[in-house]
């Protein structure tokens, strides 16, 4: 599991139901118990009593992965291909799903946490990729 100190930009994994495997972008507030919990405040999350206020959360370490380097989910031309896996940007997080098909300039996106498929531009979808034994996985490869 990585250590990430106050100020590190990192993703949160939401673990609640309906939320499950989607990520959201954070920032370290401090380091809790040895590094086992973190205090998190989330880029684009607001408080439920203060929608002007970013939210702040304790969150388990195994909930939290370094942010992707840009170069390894950027697409360059925002080419995908059928049945690739990818990140769609929704609902303020990060969300796995697989492309489904391309009409026009959106692209069609399958979640199987959820049923649902949606399309969206090429900006808001990135390479699917996972934090696993310090370092990044991709799944570029089709299915």
């Known amino acids: ?17 309906g939320f499950l495997g989607s990520y959201y972008e954070a920032k370290v507030i401090s380091s809790l118990n ?13 408080e439920e009593e203060d929608q002007t206020q970013p939210l ?11 942010m992707p380097p840009s170069v390894i989910v950027k697409r360059s031309g925002g080419v995908f ?3 690739e896996k990818v990140d769609a940007f929704d609902n303020d ?18 979640f199987e946490t959820t049923g649902d ?20 996985v991709s799944f570029k490869k089709r299915f």
């Open 1 to 17: 599991m990585a250590v990430f100190f106050k100020g590190d930009k990192v993703e949160v994994c939401s673990k609640e139901e």
């Open 81 to 83: 291909s059928y049945l």
């Open 117 to 136: 498929e949606l399309a969206y531009d090429a900006s808001r979808l990135r390479n699917h990729v996972e934090w696993r034994d310090h370092h990044w």
């Open 34 to 46: 040895n590094s086992t919990r973190y205090k998190v405040q989330y880029k684009n999350l607001v």
């Open 93 to 110: 997080g990060w969300w796995a799903g697989r492309v489904t098909g391309k009409r026009g300039l959106k692209y069609y996106v399958y």
């Open 56 to 66: 702040v959360e304790i969150v388990s370490a195994d909930e939290v992965r370094p």
